[in-house]
């Protein structure tokens, strides 16, 4: 039983990081991801706060959904609770880094309360109250968070790639044209396309 949950823990670990990763397989939350990753510290701020509202609304929605929205088969409201209470607590991570990090605050700038609409977000909380793909199964409690946790470590992960290319692209001898967003989203291509690789690896069978 240990080894099965450890096996499941796994697949949904990779699945998230590398197969379906959310800004370079499924596309989501991409407007963070072009506007925060200029510098590498900032992209790494960006990472830890959307792994955190991942986290913490996964927490939230999934126990919503399966406590009070299914006995009373009101699950037509998901999209307007999971919402609100993203919202929620993107408000309450935006005042402590506020409190805690006024450098990270000024340098998330407006990408900071833009996690209320990131879509990976939203996703992934949509994700986690359907079936496993591995088990066939609906996620359990324990799957859902730790889908939503490497789902958030996918993410940061994408960022901090792309940060890292555009910091050293400000060095390089880049053809007018190409400066700025053109030369980032050609590279935003590329990454995805070598990620794309990772959608013929089968784990577990």
Sequence with gaps: ???????????????AIFIQNFVLSRFLGLCPFFGVSKKLSTAVGMGLAVTFVMVVSTLFTWSFN???????????????????????????????????????YDSLGVFLPLITTNCSILGVAVINIGNNQYTGLPFTFAEAMVNSFMSGVGFSLALVLMAGIRERLELADVPKAFEGLPIAFISAGLIAIAFLGFAGMTIGG
């Design 66 to 104: 399966f406590f009070v929205l299914q006995p009373y088969d009101i699950e037509y409201f998901q999209t307007i609770a999971f919402i609100l209470i993203i919202a929620a607590f993107v408000q309450i991570t935006e005042m402590a880094i506020k409190r805690y990090s006024p450098m990270l």
């Design 1 to 15: 039983m240990g080894d099965n949950l450890f096996v499941v823990f796994l697949q949904i670990s990779i699945a």
